[in-house]
């Protein structure tokens, strides 16, 4: 039994202002969804009481369980994106989620980001736990291992295809790995390797750009084409979406009063909507609600007890920032549109159980720091 104190009140209270703000900006945005769509508001909240109830399960199951069984986690993900290649219909011109009778579609790609996460966490910790054998060889192989476990699932979601995800993956690896500790040249080597690859893609691509295509494929060529010249095509949901953000002045439109039409306003551009409905004080409010919220679990991994749960929480992190950042920083003109949902807010089942499993993992974590605290004290 889970005694009062060791359940973390401030991250239980911080779900259900997620839960708040994500269902009034749903509502809101409401006015341009399809009604095709169904009531996505009714929707998103029974995906949280969903949500709350796996967050109610992770309080209560053993912390070695989540490491465990990791690689088994890993393994059901894989075949989970193989299974979308070769089955799963195409949608938009993606193969990215599976469609449930009955219950809706659900996109493994939005879970094989906490598979990884628990996987790498596994690996880095096994191989670094011994401070005192860490050796240069070691961390080489430590990286190989990283890189295969790594590799796969970004082939397979870039296949999809979803580059969006990609760099998630990618992120969540590089933070989990820095803070392991592991020697800094390997990051000025992946720096390296990473420009000098960006510099040849770009060098071909403004100088042969039938060279691109043929070496790279049309598909990936539009991804680079719309990545590096977003700011001359941004069209219709970004001009729109600065538009309601901008007009919406100290105090903005009200509630469910959004002047402006942009698509995706219920996933991708909800920042949008609660900008134009709330102005620029809501748009602050909720800015310092965000980082908060990500400075509070920042806290919780520096006072872990176990290194694999620091590996975990930086990991989990990774994803969450970077989401946020990106999200937002889109709807601003201020970086390019690439589908990112914003955690906790944005409609989105597969997205929104994915973030409250996370926030689960690290209230079952906390709840391991403050018994090992107890005891100390004992």
Request: proline content about 3%.
């Amino acid at each position: 039994m889970i005694k009062k104190k060791s359940i973390n009140i401030f991250l239980i209270t911080s779900i259900f202002i997620y839960l708040f703000i994500s269902i009034s900006s749903i509502y809101s945005a409401s006015m341009y969804l399809s009604p095709s769509l169904g009531n996505l508001p009714l929707k998103q909240l029974v995906w949280y009481i969903v949500g709350i109830a796996i967050i109610y399960i992770f309080s209560k199951i053993n912390n070695k369980y989540l490491y465990k069984y990791a690689l088994l986690y890993y393994s059901g993900g894989i075949l989970m994106l193989i299974g979308l290649l070769l089955v799963a219909p195409s949608i938009n011109g993606s193969k990215s989620w599976f469609i449930i009778s009955g219950i809706g579609s659900m996109q493994p790609s939005e879970f094989m980001k906490i598979a990884l996460v628990l996987i790498n966490a596994k690996v880095i910790s096994n191989f670094l736990d011994n401070k005192k054998q860490v050796t240069l060889y070691k961390e080489f192989k430590l990286l190989l291992l990283i890189i295969l476990i790594f590799i796969i699932p970004s082939i397979l979601t870039f296949m999809q295809p979803d580059t969006g995800i990609v760099i998630i993956y990618f992120i969540s690896t590089i933070l989990m790995l820095y803070i392991s500790g592991i020697r800094k040249r390997w990051f000025i080597g992946t720096i390296a390797v990473l420009l000098t690859t960006i510099s040849i893609f770009i060098y071909i691509y403004y100088n042969n750009q039938q060279m691109f295509i043929d070496i790279f494929g049309s598909s990936f060529f539009y991804r680079i084409d719309r990545l590096l010249n977003w700011q001359n095509g941004t069209g219709m949901q970004l001009n729109n979406s600065l538009a309601a953000i901008g007009s919406s002045g100290i105090t903005g439109h009200g509630f469910n009063n959004t002047p402006v039409y942009f698509p995706e306003a219920g996933t991708d551009f909800i920042f949008t909507v609660f900008s134009s409905n709330f102005g620029l004080i809501g748009s602050i409010a909720i800015l310092g609600f965000l980082l908060l919220f990500d400075m509070y679990i920042i806290n919780i991994g520096k006072s872990c007890h176990k290194n694999r749960d620091k590996y975990v929480i930086a990991g989990i992190m990774g994803i969450i920032i970077y989401q946020q950042i990106q999200n937002i920083g889109m709807t601003l003109g201020l970086i390019p549109i690439t589908g990112i949902t914003l955690p906790l807010i944005s409609y989105g089942g597969s997205s929104l159980l994915s973030y409250l499993i996370m926030i689960g993992i690290i209230i079952n974590i906390d709840i391991l720091n403050k018994k090992k605290k107890s005891y100390k004290k004992l």
